[in-house]
């Protein structure tokens, strides 16, 4: 049998262990040590698992990981959400639809300070739809939104989902969150467009809501100063060289904690929960760090990225529908594995593919790019049938919405999704811009 053959079999392993639900990181790491074994011997392996973890782990760039995952916590706990969805809320809620336009706004804008996907689906749900069924929306809108607000969270900076991109392809993360603000805002301003046409072609979906006074507007502005200050301060600190991500992100825990401090939301005992949670998260995502590392050292052994990559580049194919072919397997693959999964199991093998491609870009830049437009498909396989696990977050929160309305109702947002990925494809610069003015 030839290693290409052993690789080939041994994704087909991996990915059927992911469909009857082995966790994502013991499937890993049971393919990369079994396929490590067939390939070298027990010896190499014993030697490797010495010194692998610690080596791995006890890098300063991973440090940031738990930093901004504490950072999340203590904003889930801080009620930032419910600020931000009211002042959303007062500014847009009498505007038909407005009401699931201000529960997209405050996904994005929590999701600039959670910084997870599936953390922001879950708080911003508990918040918004009681008032989205007060107002009588639609199941299909007022869940569909949610869902697909959620999915904001893993391009707006700080996103662990970029970190790890980078770490991944060794990509400058200061460069990647500023390669990301733009597409980012671009999907929130995308979104917010579904909604309007949403309303438009069905008006009973999106009643208008109830107008809010000039002193509800300020009212709703002082509340949320603080959160607007420590994005600035976190990000703007980060984009600017002031602090690198890691001391942005402890800057960004440290604020975030004593915003729930202040608004009386944090207690001892609610500290240790979060750090608690914001632990075992980490070590979820170390663990599979650890998995991805035994499978790359398998894949790499076998030759499989290097024989992909001269493949395409002999092929004739134009970089661009490689490109896209590529972009089809995140979507077949959002049906079966989270977002963290589908990274660390596809970017070893996919970047050698596209790093061996002429696109006309440095391969800096190239990183960037490909990157960005990734990360947005892999957050429509978050909203994509049969699965969508913002879909499933949501549903738990709105139990007498059918899931098959949910469906129905991301489908606007999910072509809102195609425009995206389709103007960042056809025009780089849009993604490049930010980085290089800043560089």
Same mark, same amino acid.
């Given at each position: 049998?030839?290693?290409?053959?052993? &690789?080939?079999?041994?994704?087909?392993?991996?990915?059927?262990?992911?469909? @009857?639900?082995?966790?994502?990181?013991?499937?890993?790491?049971?393919?990369?040590?079994?396929?490590?074994?067939? +390939?070298?011997?027990?010896?190499?392996?014993?030697?490797?698992?010495?010194?692998?973890?610690?080596?791995?782990?006890?890098?300063?760039?991973?440090?940031?990981?738990?930093?901004?995952?504490?950072?999340?916590?203590?904003? $889930?706990?801080?009620?930032?959400?419910?600020?931000?969805?009211?002042?959303?809320?007062?500014?847009?809620?009498?505007?038909?639809?407005?009401?699931?336009? &201000?529960?997209?706004?405050?996904?994005?804008?929590?999701?600039? !300070?959670?910084?997870?996907?599936?953390?922001?689906?879950?708080?911003?749900?508990?918040?918004? !739809?009681?008032?989205?069924?007060?107002?009588?929306?639609?199941?299909?809108?007022?869940?569909?939104?949610?869902?697909?607000?959620?999915?904001?969270?893993?391009?707006?900076?700080?996103?662990?989902?970029?970190?790890?991109?980078?770490?991944?392809?060794?990509?400058?993360?200061?460069?990647?969150?500023?390669?990301?603000?733009?597409?980012?805002?671009?999907?929130?301003?995308?979104?917010?467009?579904?909604?309007?046409?949403?309303?438009?072609?069905?008006?009973?979906?999106?009643?208008?809501?109830?107008?809010?006074?000039?002193?509800?507007?300020?009212?709703?502005?002082?509340?949320?100063?603080?959160?607007?200050?420590?994005?600035?301060?976190?990000?703007?600190?980060?984009?600017?060289?002031?602090?690198?991500?890691?001391?942005?992100?402890?800057?960004?825990?440290?604020?975030?904690?004593?915003?729930?401090?202040?608004?009386?939301?944090?207690?001892?005992?609610?500290?240790?929960?979060?750090?608690?949670?914001?632990?075992?998260?980490?070590?979820?995502?170390?663990? !599979?760090?650890? =998995?991805?590392?035994?499978?790359?050292?398998?894949?790499?052994?076998?030759?499989?990225?290097?024989?992909? $990559?001269?493949?395409?580049?002999?092929?004739?194919?134009?970089?661009?529908?490689?490109?896209?072919?590529?972009?089809?397997?995140?979507?077949?693959?959002?049906?079966?594995?989270?977002? +963290?999964?589908? !990274?660390?199991?596809?970017?070893?093998?996919?970047?050698?593919?596209?790093?061996?491609?002429?696109?006309?870009?440095?391969?800096?830049?190239?990183?960037?790019?490909?990157?960005?437009?990734?990360?947005?498909?892999?957050?429509?396989?978050? @909203?994509?049938?049969?699965?969508?696990?913002?879909?499933?977050?949501?549903?738990?929160?709105?139990?007498?919405?059918?899931?098959?309305?949910?469906? @129905? =109702?991301?489908?606007?947002?999910?072509?809102?999704?195609?425009?995206?990925?389709?103007?960042?494809?056809?025009?780089?610069?849009?993604?490049?811009?930010?980085?290089?003015?800043?560089?």
């Amino acid at each position: 049998m030839s290693s290409v053959q052993l &690789a080939l079999i041994g994704l087909a392993v991996l990915i059927g262990l992911l469909v @009857i639900r082995i966790p994502v990181a013991l499937a890993m790491l049971a393919v990369g040590i079994c396929g490590y074994v067939a +390939l070298a011997g027990f010896d190499p392996v014993l030697a490797y698992m010495k010194t692998a973890a610690f080596w791995q782990f006890a890098s300063y760039e991973f440090s940031v990981i738990p930093m901004f995952l504490l950072m999340g916590e203590f904003a $889930s706990r801080s009620g930032l959400s419910r600020s931000l969805f009211s002042a959303a809320n007062v500014f847009l809620g009498h505007r038909r639809g407005g009401v699931a336009m &201000a529960a997209v706004g405050g996904c994005g804008a929590f999701g600039a !300070i959670c910084g997870s996907s599936l953390a922001t689906a879950g708080t911003m749900a508990r918040v918004a !739809i009681p008032e989205l069924e007060r107002y009588r929306y639609s199941g299909s809108l007022a869940t569909g939104a949610l869902a697909a607000g959620g999915t904001l969270g893993i391009l707006i900076p700080p996103s662990v989902a970029l970190i790890i991109y980078a770490i991944a392809v060794q990509a400058n993360i200061v460069q990647m969150f500023q390669a990301a603000l733009i597409p980012g805002i671009i999907g929130l301003v995308g979104y917010l467009a579904a909604i309007a046409i949403w309303v438009r072609i069905f008006p009973e979906s999106g009643p208008v809501g109830a107008r809010a006074s000039a002193a509800e507007r300020v009212q709703a502005l002082l509340d949320t100063w603080p959160t607007l200050v420590l994005f600035v301060v976190v990000i703007g600190g980060i984009y600017f060289g002031i602090f690198d991500p890691t001391e942005g992100a402890a800057v960004g825990a440290f604020g975030a904690g004593a915003l729930a401090v202040w608004k009386g939301n944090l207690d001892l005992q609610g500290f240790f929960s979060c750090v608690k949670d914001a632990a075992k998260t980490t070590g979820m995502i170390f663990l !599979i760090l650890l =998995g991805a590392g035994f499978l790359n050292i398998f894949m790499a052994l076998t030759g499989v990225a290097e024989q992909l $990559s001269t493949l395409a580049a002999a092929s004739g194919l134009n970089p661009y529908v490689i490109l896209i072919l590529l972009l089809v397997v995140y979507l077949l693959l959002g049906c079966l594995m989270d977002s +963290l999964a589908m !990274i660390f199991l596809t970017i070893p093998i996919f970047w050698p593919i596209m790093a061996g491609l002429d696109f006309a870009m440095p391969e800096a830049d190239l990183k960037m790019w490909f990157g960005i437009v990734v990360l947005i498909v892999v957050e429509a396989g978050l @909203i994509t049938p049969p699965v969508g696990i913002n879909v499933l977050i949501i549903n738990h929160h709105a139990p007498k919405v059918p899931m098959r309305e949910t469906f @129905i =109702g991301v489908t606007p947002f999910l072509l809102s999704g195609v425009v995206r990925v389709a103007l960042l494809i056809l025009i780089p610069p849009i993604t490049l811009f930010l980085p290089h003015l800043l560089m």
